[in-house]
Nanobody
Framework: QVQLVESGGGLVQAGGSLRLSCAAS????????MAWFRQAPGKERELVAA????????NYANSVKGRFTISRDNAKNTVYLQMNGLKPEDTAVYYC???????????????WGQGTQVTVSS
């Protein structure tokens, strides 16, 4: 199994930036796709961004394209989400996720972190 711990959330004004980190332990993530999801109050959890094991392929929700960047450092067993141009509608709990098996950007995610709150004020 893999344990995931997110950090970097907080309160920021609209237009600001945050960088989320997801540190993995218990298993290397270097051969697995990874993803960030978010869940706002009263809404379903949604995929924000995903990245292949090599970092060569990425996928983003339309709502964050051009503003968010997912990246990874396999040597550090860590995945990042750089969020720029934040909007109030980006307010949510952000979760890091890992799959049991790697199917690239089509992976299903079975392992989840505890989440980190991102709040964007207008």
């Amino acid at each position: 199994q893999v344990q995931l711990v997110e950090s970097g959330g907080g309160l920021v004004q609209a237009g600001g930036s945050l960088r989320l980190s997801c540190a993995a332990s218990g298993r290397t993530i270097s051969t697995y796709a990874m993803a960030w999801f978010r869940q706002a109050p009263g809404k379903e959890r949604e995929l924000v961004a995903a990245i292949s094991w090599s970092g060569g392929n990425t996928n983003y929700a339309n709502s964050v394209k051009g503003r968010f960047t997912i990246s990874r450092d396999n040597a550090k067993n860590t995945v990042y989400l750089q969020m720029n141009g934040l909007k109030p509608e980006d307010t949510a709990v952000y979760y890091c996720a890992a799959p049991e098996r790697d199917y690239g950007l089509l992976s299903e995610y079975e392992y989840w972190g505890q989440g980190t709150q991102v709040t964007v004020s207008s």
